[in-house]
């Protein structure tokens, strides 16, 4: 896994919202490839893109039992992969986080959380009919479903935000398996 700094983040320090956002949205940023969380994340990203992919061509009118078949497998798989990025991740932060004794522990690990986060992204994309990623319009140019995927997208990262300075100031430790 990368170890060098990636736009101003040490290789041993967890990642900002904004970093994480800019590499769910841009595939060929070569500073994601800088941080393991950072790639993983985007992973993550194209795991959900694919799987969405999947689970629209299976539910396609007309679509035959083996192009069904076909594409639940593709889903296990692609399910099969995220697990594994997830604990990328989760390895990651076992090995890079320190972690203080007696401060609270949340109840999901960071790949847990940046999986999440992942699919929301996509969500959020998917609501206003992009396939390739763009920045958030306004918000009053969004129909209902757009501004709802937007709006949890926008709650998660607060939360990811609130996490990573919890941790960062030991008032929270992540699980680490």
């Excluded at 994601?32 to 993550?44: D, F, K, M, W």
């Amino acid at each position: 896994m990368p170890t060098e700094y990636a736009a101003g983040i040490g290789a041993d320090e967890l990642p900002s919202p904004s970093a994480l956002l800019r590499a769910f949205r841009e595939a060929n940023d070569p500073n994601r490839h800088r941080h393991c969380v950072l790639a993983a994340g985007r992973e993550l990203v194209e795991c959900h893109e694919h799987r969405r992919n999947a689970v629209q061509a299976a539910h396609a009118p007309g679509a035959s039992s083996g192009c069904v078949a076909q594409c639940l497998q593709l889903v296990d798989d692609l399910d099969a992969h995220r697990t594994e990025l997830v604990g990328h991740i989760d390895n990651w932060v076992a090995n890079n986080v320190q972690h203080r004794t007696g401060a609270s522990l949340h109840t999901e690990t960071l790949g847990a959380v940046i999986d999440r986060m992942a699919a929301k992204w996509v969500a959020a994309q998917d609501a206003l009919g992009m396939s390739a990623p763009i920045e958030p319009p306004h918000p009053l140019q969004l129909d209902d479903d757009a501004q709802l995927q937007w709006s949890r997208l926008a709650e998660l990262a607060d939360g990811y935000k609130d996490l990573v300075t919890d941790v960062t100031e030991h008032r929270r430790r992540l699980p680490v398996w």
